[in-house]
């Protein structure tokens, strides 16, 4: 006999039927983690949870969903045409958030980037915002400088305030405008790169 990915996905959700109605006797949330198989073989993990008990999944992406500005854990997000429910955060790969699609229960896994920002009320006013930022790209600059290594120097250009409300409207703080201005010109790059 051989293994098929069919039978394989078969036997998990018969294992976790299985599991949940034996998790009712001990009064715990058991289901199959980690599940992989080979024709000849299957290695599986048992994951119990107390009543009200986290699993790591959902301690690390609660310890991150903050700063990262994710939505809350086990809520709904909707991408393209797809509803999810978010299960929690791997802690290492590029596609760490796991999620399940509510109308099959399937599970995926994608990044942080993928999922919506949430949005909050600006801190500090417009003005501010934008000297803040302008003080740490200043910094960010001085230190590239400061290394006498570099070839090319660092130039400090501000930006204007009308790219800089974008993203103040969006609640992020002056750090989290220039990592994404960052990250925007990084994608760009990498976009430039494949189409040259």
Known sequence: MVI?????NALRTDLDAALASLG??????????GFT????????KVEGLTSGGKS???ELYEANAGWMGLP????DVTIGREVFVIKGMKARGKNNILMERK??????????????????APTMPLAEFVAAVQVLQKGECDRLNA????IFGAEFLPYPESMLAIYHREGGTPA????????EAEAEARFEARAS
């Open 4 to 8: 098929t990915r069919k039978m394989a």
């Open 24 to 33: 009712k006797i001990y009064a715990l949330q058991l289901a199959v983690g």
């Open 37 to 44: 198989f080979w024709p000849d073989r299957i290695t599986l």
């Open 56 to 58: 790591k999944e959902q």
């Open 72 to 75: 809350p854990f086990g809520c």
């Open 103 to 120: 109308k099959d229960g399937k599970g995926f896994v994608c990044p942080a980037a993928s999922l919506p920002k949430v949005k909050t």
């Open 147 to 150: 290394d006498k290594t570099r």
């Open 176 to 183: 989290q405008a220039l990592a994404d201005i960052a990250a």
